[in-house]
């Protein structure tokens, strides 16, 4: 249980920058926007913001706190204060296991678009139906898929995360600007303000149980949160840095990511297909290049986007094996090499098949939906929320939140104190069960919501 022998991260900056760079990646630029539109645009972006601002807020210090006080990975944290849960470690472990290999499937589309835009094919993605016949084959999006996935898996083995952390810490702030910059010119497409309004006037009659489910598991999802990421980052933080104004620094820089990714996105795809803004997970890669053709240097600009969201993504896919290698090697006691081997080739089996799953698996659906959802719902609406209760139930009522807020309080006050433990005894626990009971009852047709 001592720190001694974990390196740690230089000052509160090196901290912040380092679980951003784990935190801001295609949650943010691919995953929100589609949501927002989805599921009722300002009510959506309501929701989020409100469960940042609590749920978020209260879960992050929870899981930064253990992993500082006890110095250890998730599995190790819950065992060490409380043998009986365990299991929430294991739970949560399972659930970079999950995503890492879709999320490197996604992060292959946006290598496909970096190279169609490199090699003088920007006007062709905006074509109708180039998306659709791009996931829908079979050979190239695997090659995509393989490429990230395996540089993934060479920065993680070779141990040069470092050199790509530094270099994002350039990198997103130029997102940044970017993104305002894009999203500026797609509000003032002819069209796109009754985007605009969508996304930012919330409609009262579009709030539903699944809006709050699905801002929930975004939130999780976009703030690495319910799957241990955050307790190892916490277990590399120095006892002096400030706890809880890093996390509020952290999710106010992740949520101004995904709410300017939504601006650009969501108001291009009123200009361009009058309010169809259904098209789930393909929103950006539909809207984003039909932005491009329409913008001056369109080519130039939309290479530069999509090479500063591949290096967000790579930040965070390099997390997620990192995650998964290292509980290989703690748990099944192997070397680092053979786990990075072992990890490389489960997520290639795991993601050809959501990568096969738009083309030749088509047909084959898990509970009505194509393999990449399937692996998104499981892990954002079911286990993280589960994850997300039993933290609370841990934190609450068995290690006490006064464990997490003497661990917060060791350089100054907290001063979220009271709304920290209203929400992680009560409120959290609480709208977590309502969600989970009632959209079990409703995918078994009991309710409908
Ligand atoms: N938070 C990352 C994103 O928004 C995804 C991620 C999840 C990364 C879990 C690491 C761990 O893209």
Do not use: H
């Amino acid at each position: 249980m001592s720190n001694e022998n974990r390196s740690s991260f230089t000052g509160k900056l090196g901290f912040v920058l380092a679980a951003a760079g784990s935190a801001v990646g295609l949650g943010n630029i691919w995953r929100f926007p589609y949501l927002a539109a989805e599921y009722g645009g300002g009510i959506f972006l309501l929701v989020y913001i409100i469960l940042a601002l609590t749920f978020g807020f209260a879960l992050m210090t929870a899981e930064i706190a253990i992993g500082r006080k006890t110095g250890l990975s998730a599995i190790g944290a819950f065992n060490s204060l409380n043998k009986k849960f365990t299991f929430v470690g294991w739970l949560a472990a399972i659930v970079p296991v999950i995503i890492l290999p879709y999320y490197s499937v996604i992060g292959g589309w946006v290598m496909k678009y970096l190279w169609a835009f490199m090699s003088g094919d920007a006007v062709a993605t905006a074509g109708d139906g180039y998306f659709g016949g791009f996931i829908g084959a079979t050979g190239e999006p695997l090659f995509w898929f393989f490429i990230f996935i395996a540089i993934t898996a060479l920065v993680v083995l070779f141990g040069v995360e470092k050199g790509i952390e530094k270099v994002s810490k350039i990198m997103m702030p130029i997102l940044v600007v970017l993104t305002i910059i894009i999203a500026i010119y797609s509000i003032c497409l002819p069209g796109a303000l009754e985007g605009v309004k969508y996304y930012l006037l919330p409609d009262f009659s579009k709030f539903s149980v699944k809006t709050v489910l699905a801002a929930m598991g975004q939130l999780f999802y976009s703030m690495s949160l319910a799957m241990g990421i955050m307790i190892t980052y916490g277990s590399y933080m120095k006892k002096d840095t400030n706890l809880e104004s890093s996390v509020s620094q952290i999710e106010i820089f992740d949520t101004a990511i995904a709410f300017l990714a939504g601006l650009m996105i969501i108001p291009a795809a009123y200009a361009f297909s009058g309010g169809d803004v259904g098209k789930g997970p393909s929103l950006m890669f539909v809207a984003l290049p039909q932005v491009f053709k329409q913008m001056p240097m369109g080519t130039f600009i939309g290479i530069a986007f999509f090479v500063l969201v591949l290096f967000a993504a790579l930040t965070s896919s390099i997390s997620l094996f990192e995650t998964v290698v290292s509980i290989v090697c703690d748990k099944m006691k192997m070397g680092r090499k053979l786990a990075c081997l072992i990890v490389f080739i489960f997520s290639l089996l795991l993601g050809a098949l959501s990568s096969l799953g738009y083309g030749p698996l088509a047909e084959v659906t898990v509970i009505g939906m194509q393999f990449l959802d399937f692996f998104d719902f499981i892990s954002n609406s079911v286990i993280m929320p589960i994850v997300a209760l039993l933290t609370c139930i841990f934190v609450g009522y068995i290690i006490k939140p006064q464990a997490v807020i003497s661990e917060v309080e060791l350089n100054g006050e907290f001063k979220r104190k009271k709304l920290f433990t209203a929400i992680i005894k009560y409120v959290a626990p609480i709208c977590i069960v309502l969600i989970l009971i009632s959209s079990v009852l409703s995918a078994f047709g009991i309710i409908t919501l």
